[in-house]
């Protein structure tokens, strides 16, 4: 067991939440490790700002945030009689800070692009096992509940499920910076009705209403803030664009780029996933990587990296169109035989893109809200007498964005 120091007493002032504590010297040692500290660097919201310009928070804030509703969560449920050991306590608290390790710059970006076959959730599990290898084994609890092996199921589903403080945080602090007031939820009224029964996390039914609220301002952020058509249409060409930009390189083309993002261009990774020197170089990477490059390859020979870079830093992005059907190939076509003729490209697929945008505001499938009743009966909360609004949540999203450079 590593030995640590006096322990240093740490609170951080929170916007959303107020004073965040810190609990214990290994957690913050953790938050002082430069693979946390990262985070710092990365958006949680993407190009969201181009939209909504308070929008500039990072997933180091998400983080903590999640931290500190863990934490809530926790003591709701011990207060309730639910047996949690002061390891499992500590272990839950870690899994949680560190769900976000792996995101990659700008969102999920990356993961579509220039680094293929290897998804944020693994790369962060990989990352937690470099720390636990560097804390001598102190995050093997943590690790084990986030890969959902540890025995108390409850603890996997406060860290990912369809009620879990990862999504409490975001909705309430996405809500704030935005300022979409629709996304705004009451995570203590809905954590102080958590409890536990048969080893799952369940909802006390008289906060059923508030769980629908909170499904009802899922929707509403997916709809206008996630999913908005600048927003969504400025991380289509970030993609286009990265895309772009390793194609080049796949031919041998200068680019300018750090050391870290020169890295994913120049040298294809192993197909099943990063080796070990591409996760290092990995954790060196953050939005200023791809902000500076796509900055500089505004000015790049290639019109069609020119375009999408200026697209992006100077915010003149396509014309989207959002239609409940897909238009036809052929539309499709034509439309791509304009982008070519108006700006002498020969290929246009990098400027014409239709995308299918699916979302579920609740998957019944899928980690189902259960509801607790008086009596100790436990239903799905699609099935309760009680429930205003889930049979109409559970209905898909279905739309579709045609994105058009004029």
């Known amino acids: 067991m590593k030995k640590y120091a006096r322990p240093k007493l740490k609170v951080m002032n929170d916007p959303v939440h107020g004073f965040i504590n810190i609990p214990n010297q290994l957690i913050y040692e953790i938050i002082q490790h430069r693979y946390f500290q990262r985070l710092r660097r990365i958006s949680q919201t993407g190009l969201t700002e181009l939209v909504y310009p308070g929008a500039k928070h990072s997933r180091f804030h998400h983080a903590l945030g999640c931290m500190y509703l863990m934490q809530k969560a926790l003591n709701v449920l011990k207060r309730k009689g639910i047996e949690i ?3 499992e306590e500590n272990g839950a608290l870690v899994a949680i800070l560190l769900h976000d390790l792996g995101h990659g710059p700008y969102s999920h970006s990356l993961e579509n692009t220039i680094i293929e076959g290897a998804h944020h959730e693994e790369i962060s599990l990989r990352l937690m096992e470099k720390l636990n290898e560097e804390f001598e084994g102190e995050l093997t609890l943590a690790i084990s509940i986030f ?3 540890y025995p108390k199921a409850f603890l996997t589903q406060l860290v990912s499920s369809q009620l879990d403080v990862d999504r409490l945080d975001y909705l309430k602090r996405d809500s704030f910076y935005t300022g979409v007031v629709e996304g705004n939820i009451n995570p203590d009224r809905i954590i102080s009705m958590m409890n536990v029964a048969e080893n799952q996390l369940v909802i006390e ?14 929707l509403f952020m997916y709809s206008q803030v996630y999913f908005h058509k600048k927003s969504f249409a400025a991380e289509t060409y970030l993609i286009q664009t990265l895309k772009r930009a390793k194609e080049l390189a796949s031919v041998g083309e200068t680019l300018f780029a750090s050391p870290a993002l020169h890295y994913f261009l120049y040298k294809p990774d192993q197909e099943q996933g990063l080796s070990e020197e591409g996760l290092e170089i990995f954790s060196r990477l953050d939005d200023s990587d791809v902000l500076s490059a796509i900055k500089e390859w505004q000015y790049h020979a290639d019109t069609i990296l020119r375009k999408l870079a200026c697209s992006i830093v100077e915010r003149k992005l396509p014309k989207t169109t959002i239609t409940e059907k897909p238009i036809s190939l052929n539309q499709l076509e034509a439309e791509k035989e ?3 003729k108006k700006w002498g490209v020969s290929n246009a697929d990098y400027f014409v893109q239709q995308e299918k945008v699916t979302f579920f505001a609740y998957d019944a499938q899928h980690y189902p809200i259960t509801i607790l009743y008086k009596n ?3 239903k799905e909360i699609s099935t309760s007498e009680k429930s205003l ?8 999203y279905i739309k579709w964005h045609i994105h058009t450079l004029t």
Do not use: C
Request: a positive charge.
């Open 85 to 87: 050991t002061p390891e």
């Open 147 to 149: 890969k959902g092996e």
């Open 205 to 218: 039914a008289k906060g059923i209403h508030s769980v629908e609220k909170f499904l009802m301002a899922r």
């Open 338 to 340: 304009k982008i070519m």
């Open 376 to 378: 100790g009966r436990v």
């Open 389 to 396: 609004l889930t049979q109409y949540l559970q209905q898909p």
